[in-house]
């Protein structure tokens, strides 16, 4: 439905927004193509590093079915509105071609 609006005209397309010391922790640059995996499915990715986003979080729209990134959330939905729970997926953010993690990546790290 996005694409019968305006919208295109603000967002031509999507990218996962990474903060730069997560990018750095994580070993991605801007631009470049990333894995995004939850405990429900992955989607591959290009990254734009901004401080516009939070450390420890990432950000990307769901308007672009090409990037699918709908398979990420799975189908759980909040109980009073039935809408999907984008905003509480927990993923792990891998250079594309690179094994993913055990656990998701961005977060608290554990105690040493």
Known sequence: MTRRTGNLEL???????????DAARLGVRDGQRVEVRSRVGRIEIDVRVTERIEPGNVFTAFHFPEIRTNLL?????????????????????TPFGEEPA????LGTPAAA
């Open 102 to 105: 055990a656990r998701p990546v």
């Open 11 to 21: 967002l031509d397309g999507d990218w996962l927004e990474v903060h730069p010391d």
């Open 73 to 93: 959330v799975g189908n759980s939905a909040d109980v009073n509105t039935s809408c999907p729970e984008y905003k509480v997926v927990a993923v792990a953010v």
